[in-house]
């Protein structure tokens, strides 16, 4: 199992059946089960080829099924609305005619008068990325029983800070992927934020929890705020605010090292009861 950044922009690159339905390749993952990241970015790249000129607004997921990561998957995209300042899509993911994943993506004009008012939360102070130890790049991988089992999380690479172990276990992040990302594409650009945001906001949740239990991504929600630059380190703020009736929130901001706001994400798990046999 490998996933390279160049196997990952590979599968970004989605075959266009016609004007309204794509098919994407997935990666490896455990189990063959689908990233949830994944499929949201292939989502949202699906609905901006039919919203162009336009730069990505939100994007709202359901996952539905895990599907299987040995095939590609169907994106149908529905048209809900083209206005003069924003577009909004419905993006339907499909294997063998069973849902996977419902996305809600929106996208708007750039509206020259938006910097009258202006306003954001102040980034965090924390070390620069360069002063920080090298961790593997996701949570699974820092555990020798799961080494090898998450290499589809490879692509990016990033460096923690004071990860707390209680609640909301607040687990600020630089991240940057491990490679060189087109400059010139901007929603590329907010397909991999989108994507790295979802497969590593699980994280806190699990600290949180104290790490027990199998779990399923439900939904996921992005608003963009302004453009990333990929070449550079970003930072991640992360936490776990609540957990009940089975169900844990986590949150996330992202800022530009000169202190930007990037994007503010939420993400809800899925933490089923153990099932005792009689």
Request: proline share 9%; with cysteine.
């Amino acid at each position: 199992m490998s996933s390279s950044l160049t196997d990952v922009l590979a599968t970004l690159d989605l075959a266009r059946v016609d004007q309204w339905h794509f098919a994407g390749e997935q990666l490896p993952a455990p189990a063959n089960h689908i990233l949830g990241g994944h499929i949201s970015a292939q989502a949202l790249l699906a609905a901006s080829h039919t919203a162009p000129g336009r730069a990505p607004h939100s994007v709202h997921t359901y996952f539905l099924r895990p599907g299987d990561s040995r095939r590609p998957v169907d994106f149908e995209v529905v048209d809900l609305q083209e206005g003069r300042t924003f577009s909004a899509r419905r993006v339907t993911a499909c294997q063998d005619g069973k849902i996977l994943m419902e996305a809600m993506s929106s996208f708007k004009v750039v509206d020259p008068r938006s910097a009258e008012v202006v306003y954001q939360p102040t980034m965090p102070r924390v070390p620069a990325p360069e002063d920080l130890p090298w961790v593997p790049p996701h949570l699974a991988e820092s555990d020798e029983s799961t080494a090898g089992r998450w290499t589809s999380l490879r692509w990016f690479e990033r460096r923690v800070i004071d990860t707390e172990t209680a609640p909301p276990a607040r687990s600020p992040m630089w991240w940057r992927p491990d490679g060189e990302v087109p400059p010139d594409d901007p929603v590329l650009t907010a397909s991999l934020v989108a994507y790295l945001s979802a497969v590593t906001l699980t994280e806190p949740a699990f600290v949180a929890r104290g790490g027990v239990g199998g779990s399923s991504q439900r939904d996921h929600s992005v608003w963009f705020h302004g453009p990333a630059v990929l070449s550079d380190w970003l930072l991640y703020e992360r936490s776990s605010p609540s957990s009940a009736d089975s169900l844990t929130l986590a949150n996330g901001t992202m800022f530009s090292r000169d202190g930007r706001l990037v994007c503010t994400v939420r993400q809800e798990m899925y933490f089923p009861a153990p099932r005792h046999s009689n």
